[in-house]
Each structure stands twice: as C-alpha cells, then as structure tokens.
C-alpha cells in the first residue's frame, strides 16, 4: 500500500527511464546489426585486432547468438510441443533429435553456407544466416526435448482441471504447458547460449574450398589473435568474456531461474531473498511497464482462451491445424528419405581407400571419448563428491567453477597448443586434454549436487559401523551417487564427441597442428568443402555415437535408475 | 416420487473400456446407470479400481463413453457439462498463481468480462470464507485451505453439480469434518445455482453424513451394486441410532459387493481362481495375528480402525486371507480358521511352510510352477510370465497380479525373484548361499 502510494508521486521513476533506454538502445542495435546484414558480401573487412575494435566485434557476435537463440527458442517449443501431442509427430521426431544432437555443428556449415549465399548473393545476409544456423545447430537440441520431456511428465489431475474448464489447446498451453515447463525451459536456454558461445569461432570463421570467411565478431577476432599469436588481443578477448559472462549469469540467468521457481511444484520454504533479488525487484520497480503489461493480459487474455465451439471437445485441434500438421510431417519425412537418399549416393561414390580412413579416425576419437569419459572420472567425481560434502565451501566457489565451465574453451584451445608444442606432446594425445574442458563439467556439476542430496542418515549409519573417510565415500557416497555418476558421465561422453572437431585440428602462427581422428576429418572436408567425404564421416560419427549410446549408457543409465535409486 | 422431476445428468447402459499399453482391453464400466437429481447429494461408495473416477469424467464430459449415452438436461452430452464443476482430491491448485488468480482460471474461457470475473471471484471467496487469502500462493496455505479454494474455484462457475472425488481424504479428521459441514452449508445457500452434489468417497461414515443417497459401485458388469436413500435430517448425529443403523447396513452391502458371498457371477468366480487381490502377504500375516489377538474372531464392521485402512481396503486383504484358508466370513464376521491359527502363532519358518503349501492349492500358482518345470533352467523372463497371464486371463491387469503373486511366492520359498536380472525362478532347491 505504502509503495503504491510513494510510486504515484514519483511520477517518472529511475527504473522507469532506464526500461525505455532499454527501448532505445534495443532500436539502435537493430539499426545496426541491419546495416551489417545490408552491406555488400564481396567486400568483407578484415578482422581488426586493436582493442578498440572489440566493442563492435563483440556486440555483432551478440547479435548472432541472441538471433539463433530467439529461432532456437521458438524452434524447440513449436517441435516439443508437437512431439509431446502428436503420437505420430513423436515417433519421427523424437529420434531425429537424437542424431541431431550427435551431428558436429561443421556438418551443417557447408550446406547452409551454399543454400544462403545463393538465396543472397549480394549482401552480407547469407553469410549472417549461415553463422546464426550453424550456431543453432549447437544449440537446439536439448531445448526440445526439455520441453517435450515437461508436457509428458504433467500430472494428470492438472490436465483435467484444465480441461474441465473448457480451455482450449491455445489456453492450455498457455497457462499450463509454458508455466509447467518454465523452470526447463530457463536452464535449457543457459546451456543452449553456454553451446552458442561454445562454438562462436567455428561459426564465425570458416573455409569453404578456396574461399576462408571471416565475419566480424569476438569469435574471429580471438581465432585471428590465437593465429597471429598476439597475446595482448588473446588477453582482451578471454576478459571481455569473461565479464560477459558474470555479467549474464548475474544479469539474466539468475534472476531468470528465481523468477521460474515459482512455477515449481515445491518450491523450498523459507526466504528466496538474496542478492539477485536485487536486480528482479529493481525492474519490479518498473510498474508502469508491469501494470500495463497485467492489465493487457486480464483484458485480452480471454479471446485467446475461447477456443472451444459448441459440440466439440476442448482438447481437439481443428480440422485446418491437423492438416497443417500432417502435411509438415510429411514433408519432413519426404525431406528425410531425400536427404538419406541423396546421401547414400553421394556417399556411394567414395573410394574404399577414403573409407578405411573414416573408419581408422573414427576409432582414433572413439578411445579419446573414452579416455576422456574415463579420466574425466578419475578426476571429478573426487574432486565433486568433495566439494558436495563440503557445502560451505560449494557456496563459495560455485560462481568461479560456473565461469570456467561457461568459458568457451575453443577459444583459447590454439594456447594450450603452444604448450603441447613445448612439452612435445603430439596432438594426438593432447587434444583428449582439450576435449575434456569441454566435457568434464557436466561430470562435476552433476556429482556435486549428487554428493549433497544423499540422506544423513545412510552416512551416519556406515559411521557407527566405525568406518571411515576413504571407506565412507567408496561405500555410502560412490553408489549412493551412482545415478548422478552416470548422468553426468553420458553428458560429458556428448560433450567430447561435440568437441572433437575443435580439439583435433587447430591453427596456431598459421600452422596446422591436427591429430588422427573424426573430427580433424570432418573439419578438413567442410573446410575443403568435399561434401561426399564429409557427409561420410558425419554418418560414420553419428552411428558410432547411436551405437554406443543405445548399447552401453542406456544399460549403465537403466541400472542407476533402478538399482541405485535413494528414494526407492 | 423422483420421476416427476427430470434429472439433472443421466447415464444409461455406460459401457467404458481402458485398453493397455499390451493392447488388451480391460473393462471398467459395464451396463452402468446412474442418474442425479436435482437436490439430492449423492455418494459414490466403492472400492479403488471399480470406476468411480471414470464416472465423474464421463459425467464432466472429460471422457467419452465406449458405449452408451451420458444426457444433460434430457439432451445428449456433446463437449463440457456446463452444469458440472469438479474438486479433486488435492485441489490441484497452480502453484504459480494466487488464490484469487487460481478462482478466476476457470472463468476466462467462458469469455466474461473483467467486472464479471472479479464479481464471480469475490463471490467465490466470501461463499467459502477465504477474504483476506486473495494475495495468497497456495504453498502458503495449509490442506484445509488449499481445498477450500478448490471448491471457490468450482463454485466460481455457478454449476449446477459439484462433483468431487475424495475430496477429504487427504485432509486431517477435524479439518475433513469442518470442511463437511462448509460443503453442506454451502449446497444448503439460497443464492448459488448449486442443486446437487456428487461425493466420490470410500469412507462410508462419510457418505451417510453427508448424501441423501449412497449408490455403491463395485466391478463390471451392472457397476451399481446397491443404490440406498438416507432420510436422516440434516444435521445428522452420527451417534444416534438410526445414523448407526444406516451405516451397518451400507456396510453389508459394501461387504457384499467386494466379498462376493452370495452373488458372484460366473466370470468372477472364474477370475477369482486366477488372480490374488492385490495385498502384500505381510499385511494377511498381520490380520491373522491381530484376529488370534482377538481371540479368533471379530466383527467386519471393526476391522478397518484396527488395522487403519479404510473399509474397502480392509476388506481386500480379508479376501485375500480367505482365498489361502486363513479365514472365513460368515455373516460379516472374520473368523480364524485352524491353518490361520497356526500362521499366527508359527515362527517365520513354520509360517512360510504353511504358505508355501496353500499357495500350491491355487490354480494359477500351479500352472505358473508347472510352466517354470517345463523351462531348461526353471526360470522364466518377468516380461514373459506376465505375458503368459494376460494371454489366459484377457481382462484382468496382469502386471499387478504377477507383482502379488511373486511377492507372496518369495515368502513362501516358492519363486525366487531377481529384479536385476527381471527373472522368475523356481525355487525347487534352496538357492545355495
């Protein structure tokens, strides 16, 4: 009451003025990101390494992840949904997602570049959507099945409820889909950006056979500043990311997860006050905004939530969206049956020789998933089921762990390089070090909140039986994580096959340092443009990856699930 | 008397059938009919599994018959009852909304205006005594509370029917009591279009102090086993005579209805060879120990405040103990027979004896032991065994009588079971250890 009062002699507020600065400024931006996107394609500027040039490149690499996070976002709820109220739609869709994930991001990079620089031959616009889809290709995948996997797992009586008041499909999903999901949805779109940001340099600059694009952007900038050596421009670079992101994480990502708890089911008792509260109320403040916004949905809403007619039921859809659905799935599965066709001829054509060594490099990046999986292991799960028992301590180093594992570590992989050079390691074994800094943090952050969740109890009973520390974890907290372990362990073995493809070849001082394997063959036929060699090797990697996945982790994930399970 | 006025929703000759994900068709409603009047509160009475839920679905229009015709106000159902609105169990309030916005959710597809829908809220709040809650997140509320706006939410729509499913089961006894006279103060109200409620419920203390008329379900075919008025006056003293009175004989015919003492149609008769009722055999064990601790015998009626389940339930485990030998039930007594007897004072090895040789008397425990001889290694896929059931015994769920089955073997050392492996074994031989 109080505040309500204080807000309306205020007038204009200080929030209210920076939510319109806000305005302005996202106007400005897409003014220039327009002129970018306009600019003639054949006059590409070169990358520019001072540090003044930084602002500009790294805001137009914002605008890239922004745009393919907005066509990933709407992307993954227009196929989860469909997946998830479709019996048909789930069987294609489901699976396809599973290669999708599996499929390197390079793959995609080829074919995408071809199609748009066609459609735009004269502009720089091609290339932008060529950059922006490839970054989506990293990026759309675990969206969509979050966002199925939350409207299967509604509970039923919510379904009814819904339903029993007459809300259609719009109002459904609406209030109850998006709301349900919403705590999905948020942390999928961190580790979607976190992808995004991941594979910013593979996207920004590529070679297509005799042609290398550089678009402007902090993903060429560190590419040009690791290949020139330039340590000065290496050291801008890591710190502006470094900043970026804190300055999400504090900015976005956690007042984002605060304000999707509240859609949680259990939400914890007790205070949810605590410092980013500070940046949700600080907006809050903004009531202008808010108000108006409330109002236009307690106006409006309704016409949104009539849906039902007389004589049919709230649930069906009508007869035109179902024809647009079924036609959509045909289409996709006649794009598929193209697509794999197409493939196989293409494929047809290379010579037995090519394919002994497809095969050869997709055992060479097997062993390293496996090395890494393994070694991953050996380190985090000590080093997490620690840090899990020491709570005090997690508090406090979480933020900085967030950061390293946020880090896109291809970035600076042509660093460590340098010190591989040094310690005369061949890449060959090196890069198992550089696939792990993109693998082992799921592990980590998977076997800590694992160690934290086990029961007093169980600890306190192996205590009484006098054993001790080293005993305690082997035998209470090793199995009693077992299914986090394993969580994790699948997530990382993604992580690397993901990874592969920048850990196997890398440019350091114009030199190609590249090692056996899948992915240096992936990178070279994409860069080379020899798209029968590379979609060769794709299918190569995307059976090993189904194979192994089918076949070993469902297994280890079934046994976990039902075996290992504390709250059985 | 009832015929004179038309009732409000009519069910005729329901047939519903659930199918399984194996693709065999289990039938839960079978020649139901059921009409609600205008006025009357009406209890549905029955055991877990026997449709209940269904039929306030099939009412609602949530859910559409396998055959037969649901009419409201004469007319067939097509879509929505707009007469009905429902409370569930635990409210199913929306966690993201507040009271005030979860009593307003069911208004906007109705399409009313903002004035209308604020009216209807606050209405909704004053008929259920909730002023001063409006703000209010359902975490912040307790079960009493949170049910309460259920019912706002429900009566927001000014229904005709309330239909509610166990809607006090999850509550505690004085909260469940309070919120009993509310439901009747408020169906009792002049200003709301309220003419009729609907109670699902399994507490048949309940039912007579709250219907006017209890209809018991129990299974297919004819769902409606007994349809039995209660002409006591509102407020009704539940330790009077004639409440007392009432509430035996609800009491018989549920008995009946589960126990199946003097009707059982051919079909259950047969499926009864077949299938264990669905109780652990550490809850049989525990009855006969509690029936010896009471000198053998006792009467139905007092079982379920002994053991803390409610009746229907009682009554399953006392089937149970019948179907081995344990007991008999005469004249709605629990009797302890010699072989209960000896279950309830043997040590656990004497006890899996005794077990082990009733549960050899049963027909399916003999053709599974017969199937598990004739197998190489005595032992049959879990998958496969359940297959085997439902192949035999199309309309029952097989996977929960397989559950029982090997839950009570295991004790007895007929059937070992390993769930890492998902195999049954014959335990002919003690396994070596």
């Known amino acids: ?568 | 008397m009832q015929t004179k006025i038309p009732p409000l929703v009519e069910m005729k000759e329901i047939k519903l059938d659930f199918r399984l994900s194996s693709g065999t068709a289990i039938s839960v409603l079978d020649g139901l009919n059921l009409n609600i009047y205008p006025g009357e509160i009406v209890a549905l009475l029955g055991a877990s599994g026997t449709g209940k839920s269904s039929t306030l679905k099939l009412m609602s229009g949530l859910i559409r018959p396998s055959a037969g015709d649901v009419l409201s106000n004469g007319l067939p159902l097509a879509g929505l009852n707009r007469d009905i609105a429902i409370v569930f169990q635990d409210a199913a309030l929306f966690p993201w909304l507040t009271v005030a916005e979860n009593i307003e959710f069911g208004l906007y597809p109705q399409g009313f205006s903002l004035r209308t829908r604020r009216q209807r809220v606050s209405q909704a709040i004053d008929l259920v005594g909730l002023e001063g809650f409006e703000e209010a997140y359902p975490r912040e509320l307790s079960g009493g509370m949170r049910q309460r706006v259920g019912i706002a939410r429900a009566m927001a729509m000014n229904p005709r029917i309330l239909c509610m499913d166990e809607p006090f089961s999850a509550l505690d006894v004085l909260t469940a009591d309070t919120l009993r006279g509310e439901v009747l103060d408020i169906w009792q109200k002049k200003s709301t279009h309220l003419k009729s409620i609907l109670l699902i419920t399994h507490d048949i203390v309940e039912a007579v102090s709250m219907a006017n008329r209890i209809v018991v379900v129990g299974k297919p075919p004819h769902n409606v086993k007994a349809d039995i008025q209660n002409p006591l006056i509102i407020p009704r003293d539940e330790n009077s005579w004639q409440f007392t009175q009432l509430v035996r004989k609800v009491h018989s015919v549920l008995t009946e209805s589960i126990l199946g003492d003097d009707v059982t149609s051919a079909a259950e008769e047969q499926a009864s060879l077949w299938v264990l009722p669905p109780v652990p055999i550490a809850d049989v064990i525990g009855l006969t120990e509690l029936l010896s601790d009471h000198k053998g015998q006792l009467d139905v009626f007092e079982l379920p405040r002994l053991i803390e389940k409610d009746f229907s339930e009682a009554l399953t485990t006392v089937k149970a103990a019948e179907l081995i030998g344990f007991l008999d039930t005469p004249y709605q007594k629990v009797i302890l027979t010699r072989l209960g007897q000896q279950i309830a004072q043997g040590d656990v090895n004497a006890r899996k004896e005794t077990i082990k040789t009733q549960l050899q008397t049963l027909k399916i425990v003999k053709l599974l032991v017969e199937r598990l001889q004739n197998q190489e290694e005595l032992a049959l896929p879990y998958s496969q065994v359940v297959e085997w059931l439902q192949e035999k015994q199309p309309a029952i769920n097989a996977k929960t009588a397989i559950d029982t089955l090997i839950d009570w073997g295991r004790y007895g050392g007929l059937f070992r079971y390993s769930s890492d492996e998902e195999m049954l074994y014959l335990d002919e031989v003690s396994p070596t250890i």
């Open chain 1, 1 to 568: 009451m109080f505040k309500r009062i204080q807000m309306r002699k205020a007038g204009i507020t200080l929030p209210d003025l920076l939510a319109f600065g806000f305005l302005l400024g996202a106007f400005v931006a897409v003014v220039v990101v327009g002129r970018n996107w306009a600019a003639p394609a054949s006059a590409l500027p070169p990358i520019d390494l001072s540090l003044s040039s930084l602002p500009y490149a790294f805001f137009l690499s914002l605008s890239r992840i922004v745009l393919a996070y907005v066509v990933c976002l709407v992307s993954s709820l227009a196929v989860g949904y469909w997946a998830a109220h479709s019996k048909l739609a789930e069987m294609i869709i489901v699976p396809l997602i599973d290669i999708g994930q599996s499929v390197p991001v390079l793959a995609f990079l080829p074919g995408l570049a071809v199609t748009f620089m066609a459609l735009f031959p004269e502009s720089r616009t091609g290339l932008e959507i060529t950059a922006i889809l490839t970054l989506y290709t990293g990026m759309a995948w675990n969206l969509m099945l979050a966002f199925y996997g939350s409207i299967k797992t509604i509970p039923r009586e919510y379904v009814d409820t819904i339903r029993a008041y007459g809300y259609g499909p719009l109002g459904i999903l609406l209030r109850l889909e998006l709301p349900y999901s919403m705590n999905a949805i948020v942390w999928n779109s961190m580790m979607s950006v976190a992808g995004g940001w991941f594979f910013l340099t593979v996207c920004e600059s590529f070679v297509l056979g005799d042609k290398a694009v550089s678009l402007v952007g902090l993903g060429s900038f560190m590419k040009l500043a690791t290949d020139r050596g330039d340590y000065l421009a290496v050291a801008a670079g890591v710190t502006l990311m470094v900043v970026v992101l804190v300055v999400t994480d504090y900015f976005v990502w956690n007042p984002l997860l605060r304000w999707a708890e509240r859609f949680q089911r259990m939400i914890p008792e007790g205070g949810t006050a605590g410092e980013d509260e500070a940046v949700i109320n600080f907006f809050a403040k903004s009531k202008r905004i808010t108000n108006f916004l409330r109002k236009l949905r307690r106006r409006y809403a309704v016409k949104f939530y009539v849906t039902q007619r007389r004589g049919r039921r709230s649930h069906d859809y009508s007869p035109q969206v179902r024809a647009l659905g079924y036609t959509c799935l045909a289409l996709a599965f006649l794009l598929a049956v193209w697509g794999t066709v197409t493939a196989v001829r293409m494929i047809g054509d290379i010579p037995r020789s090519e394919w002994t060594g497809i095969m050869i490099g997709g055992a060479w990046t097997l062993l390293r998933v496996v090395a890494v999986v393994v070694l991953s292991g050996i380190m985090m799960v000590p080093l997490g089921l620690w840090l899990g028992t020491h709570p005090k301590l997690v508090k406090r180093l979480q933020p900085v762990i967030q950061v390293i594992a946020a880090f896109p570590a291809p970035m600076i992989f042509p660093l460590f390089v340098v010190i591989f050079v040094k310690l005369s390691i061949p890449l060959n074994i090196g890069s198992v070090f550089l696939m792990m800094l993109g693998a082992q943090w799921y592990l980590l952050f998977n076997v800590i909140s694992g160690a934290a969740s086990i029961p007093a109890n169980l600890v306190e009973v192996a205590r009484t039986t006098g054993m001790k520390g080293f005993e305690i974890m082997r035998r209470v907290y090793l199995p009693g994580t077992f299914s986090y372990i394993v969580t994790g362990l699948i997530t990382a073995a993604g992580g690397a096959w993901n990874t592969c493809i920048v850990a196997e070849y890398v440019v350091f001082r114009k030199e190609v340092y590249e090692a056996r394997g899948l992915g240096a063959y992936i990178t070279r036929a994409s860069e080379g443009a020899r798209n029968a060699e590379l979609m060769a090797a794709v299918t190569i990697m995307i059976l090993l990856i189904v194979v192994v996945n089918r076949s070993f982790w469902a297994k280890l994930y079934h046994l976990a699930e039902s075996k290992y399970r504390l709250d059985g």
